[in-house]
């Protein structure tokens, strides 16, 4: 990291701080401080070792596209400083800019000093996702994933994993059978969600983690960020934290289309099963001795909790 002091800021004596920081499950995140010049704060986003000749998600220097793309559009994400050459010999990733604030949902649901934020959540979540899918993806190296890809990419990881889920296979099936119209695709965000989302006490200040960032349905963003797994407890539907009439109110005032709620009440279906193969796809990883870690054998057992809210919540109503 010393060596490119030069090309982060002439000024620079040196670099403080530098620490791993716990979140980020598929690439390393760590902060450091410019020592000097300006005294930055800056975030290095990389991937791990093993991952360096592929990696998970549209790879590192097409994130870097997109996020470059998201914040001359308006998107409050964070800039990019500098993307990492070999010669640098620190592997793939980026180095940007750090927002102040905090991601993590515990405190973020329950902290009285994100009281104002939690108020005012669901309406700015639907105002910068109207940003996001505003944003022109011409020439972004990222694919394109219509409902029916997308499911039957699913079909086929479940099968993959060889996990028989009879409440898996009802969903899929409900799922092809209830896929909503075309519509114009955009750009999609993927994982917008608790969790990726930086806040303040006064509001949404960023959004992060853009490896699974793509061309489709604006729908699907809605329906991942309304998914009950990421609303950690709480009841109110867009992050544990608004409704969905506010998060829609804020996109369509934002500029954005018309939203349609049983497309997003489908994507909201397929983010639940999309989870569930996620977790068993994770359990996959433990038997296999891929990641033996802690944090992988505990999401490795809840994917039956992915089974629960398919049936109580979500088919249960809409069969």
């Known amino acids: 990291m010393a060596r490119l002091l030069s090309v982060l800021d002439p000024a620079a004596r040196g670099i403080q701080d530098l620490r791993r920081l716990s979140g980020g499950a598929s690439q390393e995140t760590w902060s450091f401080r410019i020592d000097g010049g300006q005294g930055q704060r800056l975030i290095l986003r990389r991937a791990p070792d093993a991952a360096r000749s592929g990696g ?11 996020i470059r793309r998201a914040v001359d559009a308006g998107v409050p994400a964070p800039r990019i400083v500098h993307e990492l050459m070999p010669q640098d010999g620190i592997g793939t990733g980026f180095i940007m800019a750090q927002i102040e604030g ?11 000093c994100f009281a104002p934020a939690r108020t005012k959540f669901a309406n ?69 969600r608790m969790g990726n989302l930086m806040l303040g006490p006064e509001g949404l200040r960023g959004v992060l983690d853009w490896e699974l960032a793509h061309i489709g349905d604006p729908a699907a963003d809605m329906g991942w960020l309304c998914m009950e797994s990421w609303r950690f407890g709480n009841d109110d539907p867009v992050g544990g934290l608004g409704r969905r009439e506010d998060l829609f109110a804020g996109y369509e005032a934002a500029g954005g289309t018309p939203v349609d709620p049983a497309a997003v009440r489908w994507w909201e279906i397929l983010s639940a099963l999309r989870w569930g193969v996620i977790i068993e796809e994770m359990g996959a990883w433990v038997r296999h001795g891929t990641d033996t870690s802690v944090e992988r054998h505990v999401i490795a057992r809840r994917a039956s909790e992915t089974e629960a809210i398919l049936l109580l919540d979500l088919l249960e109503g809409a069969a």
């Open 124 to 192: 700015q979540a639907g105002s910068i996702l109207a940003k996001i899918h505003q944003t022109d993806p011409a020439g972004l190296p990222i694919p394109t994933q219509s409902p029916q890809e997308v499911l039957a990419d699913l079909a086929a990881r479940h099968r993959a994993v060889g996990d028989a889920r009879p409440v898996f296979s009802f969903a899929l099936r409900w799922l092809a059978e209830h896929a909503p119209a075309p519509r114009p695709w955009t750009l999609v965000h993927g994982d917008f």
């Open 102 to 112: 905090e991601a993590l949902p515990s405190r973020l649901l329950r902290d009285p």
């Open 56 to 66: 998970s998600g549209i790879g590192m220097a097409a994130e870097a596209a997109v």
